[in-house]
């Protein structure tokens, strides 16, 4: 039984950080790729960051030299690394994961199963 647990959002002013996690339990990551997606309201679910099981990381042009993804094995745990927030980076982000999504389509939707619950991000200016 796959479960997928997200943590670390908060309320804050524009330009901080955030560091969000996701604690995976039921599958290794080695066989899966996984991705952060966030969503606002009125607004569809997007990709925000994604890492195949290869290491192999994707980014959304909207975060990217921003937000930094990755994984601890050890720990079961994948993280979201936020800086240099925005007011736009407002939204619920949620943890996913499934098999060996291939390159071109990491950052979509249709491509993952498995989701947690979802963590809060709200940046004020």
């Known amino acids: 039984q796959v479960r997928l647990v997200e943590s670390g959002g908060g309320s804050v002013q524009a330009g901080a950080s955030l560091r969000l996690s996701c604690v995976v339990s039921?599958?290794?990551?080695?066989?899966?790729?996984m991705a952060w997606f966030r969503q606002a309201p009125g607004k569809e679910r997007e990709g925000v960051a994604a890492?195949?099981?290869?290491?192999?990381?994707k980014y959304a042009d909207s975060v990217k030299d921003r937000f930094t993804i990755s994984q601890d094995n050890a720990k079961n745990t994948l993280y979201l690394q936020m800086n240099t927030l925005k007011p736009e980076d407002s939204a619920m982000y949620y943890c996913?994961?499934?098999?060996?999504?291939?390159?071109?389509?990491?950052?979509?939707?249709?491509?993952?199963?498995?989701w947690g619950p979802g963590t809060q991000v709200a940046v004020s200016s």
């Open positions: 039921g599958l290794t990551f080695s066989a899966y790729s």
């Open positions: 890492i195949a099981n290869n290491g192999y990381t």
């Open positions: 996913a994961a499934d098999r060996f999504v291939g390159w071109s389509r990491l950052l979509l939707r249709s491509s993952y199963n498995l």
